[in-house]
């Protein structure tokens, strides 16, 4: 079974920056669509992110374009997320998602079929 490691959560203030990896336990060549998801309690799961399996087309929610920039790089079967100008309402538990798909195109954004989920790493933005 396909496993995906998320890291690099952490707290850090409002207007700083962090990055996060998603690190799948088997090869994934280049036909994953992959996407960051967040959720706080209580509140419904929110796509963040996404991106082709061969690193074309991101796709952004508005509330994080021009600050957010997803990638991969699938020669170490990792997906990223670098996190810019970090806001307090960026603060919830990030979720790296993947699903393969015909020549690795997610198509629709966000996508709620994802078949595999990382257990979720926490960031906390402060004020």
């Known amino acids: 079974q396909l496993q995906l490691v998320e890291s690099g959560g952490g707290s850090v203030q409002s207007g700083g920056s962090l990055t996060l990896s998603c690190t799948a336990s088997?090869?994934?060549?280049?036909?994953?669509?992959m996407g960051w998801f967040r959720q706080t309690a209580g509140e419904k799961r929110e796509g963040v992110a996404q991106?082709?399996?061969?690193?074309?087309?991101?796709r952004y929610a508005d509330s994080v374009r021009g600050r957010f920039t997803i990638s991969r790089d699938n020669a170490k079967r990792t997906l990223y997320l670098q996190m810019n100008t970090l806001k307090a309402e960026g603060t919830a538990v990030y979720y790296c998602?993947?699903?393969?798909?015909?020549?690795?195109?997610?198509?629709?954004?966000?996508?709620?079929?994802?078949?595999?989920w990382g257990q979720g790493t926490q960031v906390t933005v402060s004020s």
């Open positions: 991106i082709n399996g061969g690193g074309e087309n991101p």
């Open positions: 088997e090869d994934i060549g280049s036909n994953a669509c």
């Open positions: 998602a993947l699903i393969f798909t015909i020549n690795g195109y997610c198509l629709r954004f966000p996508r709620d079929d994802y078949k595999y």
